[in-house]
């Protein structure tokens, strides 16, 4: 009995070691690896998945832990990134905290509506084709997170979300009295993001534009030009060019006074705060220094200066 009785408790505990050992032992992952745990899930589809990754060594000892931490009642669907080198009392709890790995898509500043559709189209892991309207100046250019398989139409109703929540803010301390409402606002700020990509010089430009419209002066601005030229869909991919100013277009503001119909691009963040808050400058026009930035004027003469010295260093370069 007393030989019985020692076997079984060194069963026990062999039992109790193996269960130890497998529980803690790592996985022999390399890289990081991600695994997508559908809606619905079951925990043997689960682990017979996490062990095909790789992720876990013993799918039977990950079911008994994750029941045992009841992480079974509580498996949020999504994707998930399991590092090299983790064992399954770590992989159970990286799933009970539903930690879900975010993907995330950037939309730059200064695109247009049909370059900021081929961004997400092109992105992989996002999902559906894009039906919702994505009009000129509608959403605004951020880094968004997502996780794999969301739409895309998500993607672009949070970009839109999110631009309509800033203006709401901005133009509550809007000081710019050039503009009539949050529509002409974005036009605006569409022009200084293509004007400048210089933070210290956003107010300065908007100022120009803002100044002009009080006068009753034609905004000249070319990237309302290439607009005009190409709708947003496709780069000009040429210089622009003397005759490309007397193009017939509402869009071409050296034909057609005051703002272009709509935005000419979806601007960022700074360049929308800079149309509500134009320095108290009183420039009228700019040209390009030569040096990634430009030179400001408050009169014709000193303008065509400033364009005779571009003209001298381009020459000289």
């Known amino acids: 009995m007393k030989t019985l009785f020692v076997s079984v408790v060194v069963a026990v505990f062999v039992a109790v070691g193996a269960i130890w050992y497998g529980v803690n032992c790592p996985n022999v992952l390399e890289e990081n690896t991600s695994l997508v745990l559908q809606k619905g899930e079951s925990v043997r589809s689960l682990a017979q998945n996490l062990k095909t990754a790789g992720v876990i060594n013993s799918p039977l000892l990950f079911r008994i832990v994750v029941r045992a931490l009841k992480v079974d009642k509580r498996l949020k669907a999504g994707e998930y990134m399991f590092a090299p080198k983790i064992n ?51 959403m605004l250019p951020e880094t968004y997170a997502f996780s794999r398989g969301d739409s895309r139409d998500s993607i672009v109703l949070k970009a839109q979300k999110d631009l ?17 409402n949050k529509e002409e606002l974005v036009i605006l700020a569409s022009i200084v993001e293509k004007e400048t990509g210089l933070p210290n010089e956003r107010a300065d430009v908007a100022a120009v534009f803002s100044n002009r419209l009080k006068k009753g002066m034609m905004l000249q601005t070319d990237p309302t ?26 869009y071409n503001t050296y034909r057609y006074y005051g703002l272009p119909p709509t935005p000419i691009c979806n601007p960022g963040r700074e360049a929308i705060m800079a149309a509500a808050n134009p320095s108290g400058a009183d420039y009228l026009y700019f040209v390009a220094s030569g040096n ?9 003469s000193e303008h065509n200066g400033n364009v005779a010295t571009y003209r001298k260093l381009m020459q000289n370069k």
């Open 225 to 250: 030009v290439i607009y005009a030229l190409t709708k947003g869909k496709t780069e000009l991919g040429r210089t622009l060019l003397k005759k490309d100013l007397d193009y017939d277009d509402p």
């Open 164 to 180: 309509k929540e800033l203006l709401d803010k901005v133009w509550a301390e809007n000081s710019n009295e050039n503009i009539k």
């Open 292 to 300: 990634g930035g430009h030179r400001f004027a408050k009169t014709l």
């Open 88 to 138: 399954i009392l770590q992989v159970a709890k990286q799933l009970l905290r539903g930690e879900v790995f975010y993907r995330r898509v950037t939309v730059p500043e200064g695109l247009s509506s049909a370059q900021i559709r081929t961004i997400l189209e092109n992105e992989p892991y996002l999902s559906g084709e894009i039906k919702v309207d994505m009009p000129e100046g509608s």
